[in-house]
């Protein structure tokens, strides 16, 4: 074999990568992190942790730090706010272009670029899209004190959100576009028994009006067709994700919604190459599971250098 520069490059430092490389990391593995914006991914967008096991509650932020400094502390190399540019995952030596002049080698890849969220693409969003849009209520909620706002979605993200921006908002208009939600039991009896919080069932956004910012609303209502206007200074949407899978079309199977095709192992079909986190073809997308993932990637990495080195087991780097 060559000799790359790291046994193991990283794409994304969200939880599922920032496992790996936690894992990776303490296994010995040469391993370098390298993450397009803040480290943590859509961690530190979640305002409040409270379902991650052992730590009764912390905020996003916070458990993205605790997991980027246990990653360095094992000597993982994380690098973030880089723009990977090109990727050649064939052959042994699989090689990272990063912000268009650099090129990184490594034996093995892990790919974990994670999700983002998905807009409606109605007319006006965009235009509005920071003058009152928001697809963040940790990042944007405290905007929006004593005023009138909705929340677009029905899922575990728009309810929870929901009751976080009352700590902030007048009002949450919450509107969802069937007659019953995606939502945990817990995460629908906490909303509905906020008296901030009504519900506008049944319904979507037809458009955001606003000049200089969001002044009001268009929702209609799916069963009748009928449009009422609605004035609100801040909207929040919630209703779903796309995975960051772009710039991998042709470089490994993907399903149609653009999920990285994994097998249980979280092998993708190129020999060498990983993948983990929300990116991957999964139903649940959670911190836990994310972790879980990173876990099992790193592994799965770890026992493929054992047996194309042959210099170690994964036992032996693993000390179990
Ligand atoms: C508002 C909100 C609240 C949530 N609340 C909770 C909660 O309370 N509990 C819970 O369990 N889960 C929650 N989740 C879900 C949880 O945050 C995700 O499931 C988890 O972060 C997924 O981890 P990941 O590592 O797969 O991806 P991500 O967290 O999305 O991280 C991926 C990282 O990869 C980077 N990246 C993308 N493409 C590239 C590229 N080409 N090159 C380099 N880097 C790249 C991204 O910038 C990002 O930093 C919430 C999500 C949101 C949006």
Do not use: W
Not at 57 to 63: E, F, I, K, N, V
Not at 259 to 275: D, H, Q, R, W, Y
């Amino acid at each position: 074999m060559s000799s790359p520069s790291f046994d193991v490059i990283v794409i994304g430092a969200g939880p599922a990568g920032l496992t790996a490389g936690i894992y990776l990391a303490r296994a010995k593995m040469r391993t370098l992190i390298l993450n397009e914006g803040t480290v943590g991914g859509q961690l530190v967008l979640t305002h409040e942790v409270a379902n991650y096991p052992g730590v009764e509650s912390t905020s996003g932020y916070q458990l993205a730090t605790t997991m980027r400094n246990q990653a360095q502390k094992f000597g993982c190399t994380i690098r973030s706010n880089v723009s990977v540019t090109k990727l050649d995952l064939e052959g042994e030596t699989k090689s990272v272009e990063v912000n268009g002049r650099e090129t990184v080698t490594a034996h093995a890849v892990i790919l974990a670029p994670g999700g983002r969220s998905r807009t409606l693409g109605v007319p006006g969003e965009s235009d509005l899209r920071g003058k009152g849009i928001s697809y963040c209520a940790t990042c944007d909620g405290d905007f929006f004190q004593d005023k009138n706002i909705i929340v677009v979605g029905g899922g575990n993200s728009a309810l929870e959100e929901a009751v976080s921006l009352t700590k902030y908002a007048s009002s949450v208009t919450t509107v969802h576009q069937f007659d019953h939600f995606q939502a945990s039991a817990h995460a629908v009896e906490e909303a509905m028994q906020n008296p901030k919080i009504s519900f506008i069932m049944e319904s979507t956004i037809a458009e955001f009006i606003g000049q200089e910012s969001l002044e009001s609303v268009q929702v209609k209502h799916i069963p009748t067709g009928e449009v009422t206007e609605i004035a609100i200074e801040g909207a929040f949407i919630f209703i779903g994700y796309v995975p960051n899978t772009e710039t991998l079309h042709g470089l490994v199977d993907l399903n149609q919604a653009g999920e990285i095709k994994v097998s249980p192992f979280l092998e993708t079909n190129v020999s060498g190459v990983f993948a983990a986190g929300d990116s991957i073809t999964k139903r649940y997308r959670q911190i836990t599971t994310a972790v879980a993932d990173g876990t099992v990637a790193a592994l799965s990495a770890i026992d493929y250098l054992s047996t194309v080195s042959e210099s170690r087991t994964a036992e032996e780097v693993l000390h179990i």
